[in-house]
């Protein structure tokens, strides 16, 4: 890796060119820590986005899905190949009854999305009939897809779907008897330290929290507080720091949340996507010439973009959050080919 401080400023060079408003920490052990914070929390307000400020990070946070089904897994309260009827007490009349929690976890379950990627561009178009602020619980989405058929046989393949984990999260409340969100921020948040962290509403957000951003060709820009859901759950919209996800890396290879065994579990490259990418439970897995080369984690909705990547050979953990539609992807492919230096 090189140097740190001809790192950093080859990061800088990388985000300013690609107009990135928000943050970039890259840790490794606990010997140094580089962050770069760019642009407006609140343009209108010109508050600026500091290490601290809280950004949604959209699909990143099915991770934290994925951690809570595996806790109460590891508790003996559920299993992942415990079929989806005999979990959730809800009809779906064209489901395929051999659906499974695993199925749902690895993206192979096969029911039909509320938001499918391959056949839709804008997720603000969902909430053009259904206005977004009614949407915040899990059961708000059922409509969307509850009495849909099946788009393939469980397990025949991936196709990544968030309406799978709707299912996981209605199935953590059913468990547990206390809300998905609660339920996340007392079990994963409050014991990893994440302080800066939680599913907040759009209309009671905390201080340090940056609003998401949609730029328009033609200069100007609008939030995108009628494009989201009002509060985010189990498929998406958790609000974090960037420093939060650093813990959250660090408590999942400090075996703080789940044993050993299961964490094993939760990263295990279960599915092949495509090349070198794989998916475990609510993480995906990059492989290089046999090995994991990194666990990540990604997320994008209007006006948020968001990327974080672990890197266990050189245990480097990364974050980049964005409350703007820059391309984090690209920001992260060129840090790679800086630290493979």
Known sequence: MLHEQDLKERIENIVDEKKLSGTVILKQNDDWCLEITRGFANRSERISNNSHTR????????????IAICQLVEQGMISPDLHLEDCLDIEFPYFNKSVTIDHLLTHRSGIP????????????????HK??????NHHSFLPFFQYEKMKFPPGERFHYNNAGYILL?????????????????????????????GYYALDQLPENTAIGYIDKEDGTWVTNI????????????????????????????DRLLLSEDMT????????????????????????????VYKYQVMGYDP????HSSYYPESNVKLVITANNEADTLDIMKRIEILMDK
């Not at 999305?113 to 053009?128: C, H, P, R």
């Not at 094993?264 to 090995?291: C, D």
């Open 55 to 66: 950004f949604g990070i959209a699909s990143g946070c099915k991770l934290f899905t994925a």
């Open 113 to 128: 999305d509320y938001f499918d990627e391959e056949v839709m561009e804008d997720f603000a178009d969902l909430w053009k």
């Open 131 to 136: 206005p977004m602020y009614t949407m915040d």
């Open 169 to 197: 999260g209605l199935i953590v409340e059913a468990v547990t008897g206390t809300s998905f969100t609660n339920y996340v921020e007392h079990h994963i948040f409050e014991r990893t330290g994440m302080k800066d962290s």
């Open 303 to 306: 006006g948020v973009r968001f």
């Open 226 to 253: 009628y494009s989201i859901p009002i509060k985010g759950g189990a498929d998406g919209g958790a609000i974090i720091s960037a420093p939060d996800m650093i813990k959250l890396w660090e408590a999942i290879s």
């Open 264 to 291: 094993r579990k939760l990263i295990h490259p279960y599915v092949h996507v495509n090349k070198e990418m794989y998916y475990g439970y609510g993480v995906w897995v990059i492989r290089k010439e046999k090995s």
